[in-house]
């Protein structure tokens, strides 16, 4: 239980800068303060993280990035939990043909590492936009989620009590949304919290190659982009960048591990 709070808290941190980057940021996060003055200038009492190489605030665009990175984040994962929930409620409890055709899908999508089609799809698509980004992510990140689903759903629906609902005659949506989901949910949001982190990391990267998130929108990948030319004489632009994401998956990491002893009593 302690991991979980201590999961929340770091979560709740991270979702809470997010949410206030507007008032907690000094400065406009595209805002070119002194190209002249301020160009890779050190950490200050003015500059808390100091300056890029184009004399924007890096504490400023840190914030900002929080706001991007964790939106897409989020909003990927909600899609491919989405979509993979759906299938593999299809696919469990359906069974026979349809369950063999959908998980053929699945294997062909798993056989596909989703980072190779992310980068073949986001370098051919000219003027990216974050919902694009979104849903490349989202609809390339399903695949486990539906195995994960269906598993639970094949174990769960020769139970008892499917098999007496299913004797009084309740139709079968009623019997996934009332008997067999919930009993999905909690590995769901489990690999919900997990993916979140492991998004965040692929984002980063695709925006750090320069085919993520766009210029001069602040993203955690861009920003060490921006410092990788100045990292000996800036270190702490790309550092500061860099911290920011290994601090965000640690704690998804932990929040998804708490959610797991907390929600399966089979866990040790």
């Known amino acids: 239980m302690t991991r979980l709070r201590i999961g929340l808290v770091l979560v709740g941190t991270l979702v809470a800068i997010a949410m206030l980057a507007p008032l907690l940021a000094p400065y406009p996060p595209a805002a070119q303060l002194d190209l002249e003055q301020l160009r890779s200038a050190a950490p ?41 929930t759906l299938v593999g409620l299809v696919a469990g409890y359906a069974g026979g043909a349809v369950d063999t055709l959908l998980m053929r899908i699945v294997d062909a999508g798993l056989a596909v590492p989703k980072i190779f089609v992310a980068l073949v799809v986001l370098a051919l698509w000219e003027n990216v936009t974050i919902g694009a ?14 195995r994960i689903v269906r598993a639970e759903v094949m174990s769960t629906k020769s139970r008892e009590y499917i098999q007496a609902a299913r004797v009084l005659g309740a139709p079968p949506w009623r019997i996934i949304v009332r008997h067999i989901l919930p009993n999905v949910a909690a590995p769901v949001i489990v690999t919900a919290a997990l993916g979140v982190g492991q998004v965040v990391l692929v984002e980063a990267g695709l925006s750090y190659l320069g085919i993520g998130v766009p210029q001069p929108t602040p993203s955690w990948g861009n920003i060490i982009a921006d410092g990788q030319s100045v990292l000996l004489a800036a270190p702490w632009i790309a550092t500061s960048a860099g911290v920011a994401i290994i601090f965000t998956v640690l704690a998804f990491s932990i929040l998804g591990d708490g959610l797991r002893e907390h929600l399966d009593p089979r866990h040790p």
Do not use: E, K
């Open 44 to 84: 200050s009492w003015a500059h808390p993280l100091g300056t890029d190489v184009y004399s924007r605030d890096l504490f400023s665009r840190l914030l900002y990035g929080a706001r991007v990175s964790l939106t897409i984040a989020l909003l990927a994962v909600t899609l491919s939990v989405g979509v993979g």
């Open 133 to 146: 980004i979104v849903a490349i992510l989202g609809l390339t990140g399903w695949f486990g989620v539906s």
